[in-house]
């Protein structure tokens, strides 16, 4: 069976500065950088024949940084973007979760911030592209977001619901899964 690696990008600007960042475009900070390079020695034999990452500016860079020393070939999609946030992208972070019925949109499974993704939106999204690149054979690195992440590991792992919001990964946190094709249809 194959294993699937899934890291969390670097710091972000947005991580520092406390907004919620979603769909939005920010940069990964020095420190950042520095967990991305620091990541590498999660790649441990058998290396992933591939990796694949959002085409957010925060995970693809941590990805390009990650696989600097690697001829891992690297596939790069929108499908892996974090939860859309809708209304509450750029607003500050400590001020959606101080407010209960927003946090609780946030933790919920099915509940959406307006204009916005719920985790099982975001999980239908990256599954069913990830499913159109699963096979039974190839390891795969997967670079993107703490949101994107917990969907497709609640999915995978057959979490129920209320627990999805019980863990957030830490900048370049890594996770790994045994995944067999069918698990992804």
Do not use: K, Y
């Not at 070939?73 to 974090?82: D, F, G, H, K, T």
């Amino acid at each position: 069976m194959p294993t699937w690696t899934f890291l969390r990008h670097g710091q972000s600007v947005a991580n520092v500065e406390g907004w919620i960042a979603g769909h939005l475009d920010t940069p990964l900070t020095a420190l950042g950088e520095q967990q991305a390079v620091a990541a590498r020695r999660e790649l441990i034999p058998p290396l992933p024949a591939r990796a694949v990452c959002s085409d957010l500016l925060r995970a693809h860079h941590t990805a390009r940084l990650l696989l600097a020393e690697q001829s891992i070939p690297l596939i790069v999609s929108p499908r892996l973007r974090e939860r859309h946030c809708g209304a509450w992208q750029r607003r500050s972070t400590q001020a959606i979760v101080a407010d209960p019925d927003r946090r609780q949109c946030l933790a919920s499974w099915t509940q959406r911030p307006p204009r916005g993704e719920s985790l099982l939106d975001v999980a239908l999204r990256a599954v069913g592209w990830l499913s159109t690149i699963a096979d039974s054979t190839q390891d795969t690195l997967v670079v993107a977001h703490g949101a994107m992440i917990r969907a497709v590991l609640a999915a995978i792992d057959h979490l129920p619901r209320e627990q999805v919001d019980a863990w957030h990964p830490s900048n370049c946190e890594t996770v790994r899964r045994d995944v067999s094709a069918h698990t992804w249809h």
